[in-house]
């Protein structure tokens, strides 16, 4: 027995009593069961919008669908009784639908009217709703104008009707899209101005829609999708913004409108700055690279450079280590103490001591781990405290195997 669709009849029954028909195991989840009913409030998963939520009698409708005008009702437990159940909408989620819906409608109206670009997807998320548009060359003006004359149609407050037409209505009437169904064809009218082949829920007038703004949007597969909201998504989504304006513009002492021009000079500012520390940088480095070499002890004719900063960077001291060991008869022995005791030995290829094989040797004082090759090696250890002894430690090693 086909379900009596009472969302088709009003779609602002929020609480209506019924009667249970069936109840089984759902078979996508055995600890769920199935109910039919004789007529129904809730809307079944369709044309893009989601099912209704609620509850029958005390048991939680989760999911509802339609198969061969039956409609299903997935729900978390059997309710008590079969005869005169309540049956109660979560109106709040069934409306945020009816305003994306009908939204969409007349977004999708709206690009039909002013650049004929048709409609050819359509997804109502819980958070972000999207249409698809087969036209791909519309540009960020044409988007404003959609917009604009899309909450000119909702400030009309137009009456929004659903009709059952004969098929000689049917025939007669301006349709874009094409019904999808042979039979119960269901005409939802904007009066006057649109005819959409429709099972879904409205609201009946535009102005319940509030209002529709274009979120973003971009070419996609040839096409164009738009993000857009409607309603009470409107006055989320301006909220959070407004207040990050708002605060942002109070961080930079500018006015709101103020805002993005004035992030724009600070971001290429930024960039500048950055580009200058690295140029000081860079000098003070080669500073320290040429102070290290001027100070370093002669072993016959070897170079010994030992240093132990505290806490640089650590791709500062490679650069200073690689830097030293490009002059010749350099072994350069560098620390560094952060929350870890981190070291990089480095000589210049004409030094016979690998350095690999002397950073092995004395690792252990610092609990540490690294590695590399005959002219380069790194890593770090726990025991901050033993940095000098085990840079001393490899001097030494060094100096006796130079002289
Ligand atoms: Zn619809």
Known sequence: MKTLKLYWENPYFKKVKANILSIDTYEKDPTKYVITLDKTIFYPEGGGQP???GKIDDA????????DNIIYHVVDKVPKKKDDV????????RFDFMQQHLGQHILTYAFINLYKANTIGFHLGDE????????????????ETVE???????????????????????????????????????????????????????PKYTGSVGMIKIRKWENYK?????????????????QWKNQQINNIANILSVKDIEVEDTVVKMYHNNKEL???????????????VDKLYADAEKVSEYYIVLHEFNGEDMQDIMYISNSLSKYPNVIS???TKNNLAQVVFSCSKDVPIKMNKLFKEFIFLIDGKGGGNATSAQGGGKNINNLSTFLKSAKTRVIEKLS
């Open 222 to 238: 040839g096409n164009i999708r738009i993000e857009f909201i409607c309603g009470k998504r409107c006055i989320q989504d301006f």
């Open 60 to 67: 939680k409708v989760l999911y509802v669908y339609e198969q």
């Open 86 to 93: 309540f049956c109660t909408l979560d109106w709040n989620r």
């Open 51 to 53: 099912s209704d939520q």
């Open 333 to 335: 022995l560098l620390g």
């Open 148 to 202: 604009i004359y899309a909450n000119e149609i909702i400030y009309k407050n137009l009456e929004v009707k659903s009709l059952f037409p004969t098929k000689e209505e049917l025939a007669n009437m301006p349709l874009v899209k094409k019904p999808s169904v042979d039979e119960d064809i269901r005409i939802i009218e904007i009066d006057g101005l649109d005819y959409t082949p429709c099972g879904g829920t409205h």
């Open 128 to 143: 972000i709703v999207t249409i698809d548009i087969d036209k791909s060359t519309l540009n960020d003006k044409d988007m």
């Open 274 to 288: 950055n580009k200058s520390i690295k140029d000081y940088k860079k000098i003070i480095l080669d500073y320290q």
